[in-house]
């Protein structure tokens, strides 16, 4: 599996914009970026995912760059309820059963 | 509330007990998923069920034998675990097992004496 880079932590003020970084240099064409949250006490939740064009839903928008060796998930507000741990993840829908491989994510911090 | 109820929510066992962990879905979805998070680890994937048939194994030891008696349910069966066994276990489903996006319960909080 492709291997993801993200900072170990981000601190952020409410109702401010958040730009969480995601390094994947050794991607391939066929997989597709996606991102997971984990909110304290729960289990992950699906926030986006993409493949080469930028994406937005009610959650976020997933910027992707051009040559896809790196992508930012943005959250153009941040409330205090986004406190959470980021995962960025990739996956290759051609290899049969899907497998999230989770790395140790971003732990995102919103000052009040 | 993602439609992926866990219970029991918290337990403590002994190295010589025997309990289950049960796993409910009400979305109409084929594929399970079990997975472990330990402190300070990532997630890890331990089992792949699709339409009730295992199509995957991530080397898990045999004292976690799960079980998928139809689509809703899934089943863990835990015997002879260890301490380092104690971790949040976490249950998921998805559409089949091609879809891009799993729901997770809230998990089972294990702790093993």
């Known amino acids: 599996d492709a291997k993801t880079t993200q900072p170990n932590s981000m601190e952020s003020n409410e109702e401010e914009p958040v730009h969480l970084p995601c390094n994947h240099s050794t991607i391939s064409g066929t997989d597709y970026i996606h991102w997971y949250r984990q909110l304290p006490s729960q289990g992950p939740e699906y926030v986006i995912h993409?493949?080469?064009s930028n994406v937005n839903n009610r959650m976020a928008s997933l910027a992707i760059a051009e040559d896809r060796k790196s992508s930012t998930l943005i959250l153009h507000r941040a409330t205090l309820r986004d406190a959470a741990v980021y995962y960025c993840?990739?996956?290759?829908?051609?290899?049969?059963?899907?497998?999230?491989?989770f790395g140790q994510g971003t732990r995102l911090t919103i000052n009040p | 509330e993602t439609g992926v109820t866990q219970t029991p929510r918290h337990l403590v066992m002994g190295m010589t007990n025997k309990k289950s962990l049960k796993c409910e879905q009400h979305?109409?979805?084929?594929?399970m998923y079990w997975y472990k998070q330990s402190a300070k680890k990532p997630l890890e994937l331990m089992f792949v069920y699709s339409l009730e048939e295992r199509v995957e194994n991530n080397s898990v030891p045999s004292r976690f034998s799960p079980e998928c008696p139809n689509s809703s349910h899934l089943f863990l069966h835990l015997h002879t675990l260890q301490p380092e066994d104690s971790a949040l276990y976490l249950c998921a489903s998805s559409p089949d097992r091609g879809y891009n996006e799993q729901f997770f319960g809230p998990g089972t909080r294990l702790t093993v004496l």
């Open positions: 979305l109409g979805h084929n594929a």
């Open positions: 993840i990739l996956r290759d829908p051609f290899q049969g059963a899907q497998k999230l491989v």
């Open positions: 993409g493949l080469t």
